[in-house]
């Protein structure tokens, strides 16, 4: 039910997060919100920085996405959505699980809004840890490239992985 997409499913992908994304409307500030959340050029030159997205694929229908971006030594954890009729019904967790079996660096990042509560709840259920204010501020300029406005509203969450624990594949 888990499986790689690609460029070639853009339209699919967007689906998802644009409707998943409605979740932040009229609560992350005003001048970071826009619609589509996701543009489709934003989507196409994340694919062109080496991001890789995953999805879950219920009745031949996409429901969920979650993509990784490898950057310097770190994996980054990108875009995660899961279509709101199909939220809070464990899909995001086995797309994580997903990931943190293909994962091979030792230290796994994500970036989310700091008013997104239920987003930092989930990776927090998951073995993720909120850095500090000043943490977060270093960790988004060194491997994330983000306005000062977003920078400002983020929080940045990090799951040490184990060296026994890290594919070999
Ligand atoms: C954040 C998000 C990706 C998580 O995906 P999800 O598929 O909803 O995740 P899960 O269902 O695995 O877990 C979410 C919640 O549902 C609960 N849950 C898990 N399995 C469940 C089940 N079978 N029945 C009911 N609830 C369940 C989890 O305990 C979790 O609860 P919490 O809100 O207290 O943390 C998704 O909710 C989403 O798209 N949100 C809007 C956009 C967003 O915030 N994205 C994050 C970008 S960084």
Known sequence: MISEYTKNDLSYILNVINDAA???KGV?????????????????SEFENDLRMF???????????MGIQEVEDVTLIRHAYTFSDYQGMGIG????????????SSSLLVGTWKDATWAIRFYMKNGFVLH???QTNLLLERYWQVPL????????LEKQVYQS?????
């Open 55 to 65: 999805g879950y694929d219920k009745n031949n229908t996409l429901v969920a996405v």
């Open 93 to 104: 967790k086995l797309l994580l699980q997903y990931l943190f079996k293909i994962n091979t």
């Open 132 to 134: 500090t204010r000043k």
């Open 149 to 156: 406005k977003q920078v400002e509203n983020s929080v940045v």
């Open 22 to 24: 409605l979740k932040y």
């Open 165 to 169: 624990n890290i594919s070999k594949v």
């Open 28 to 44: 992350i500030p005003e001048s970071c919100w826009k619609e589509p959340y996701m543009p489709k050029q934003e989507l196409i």
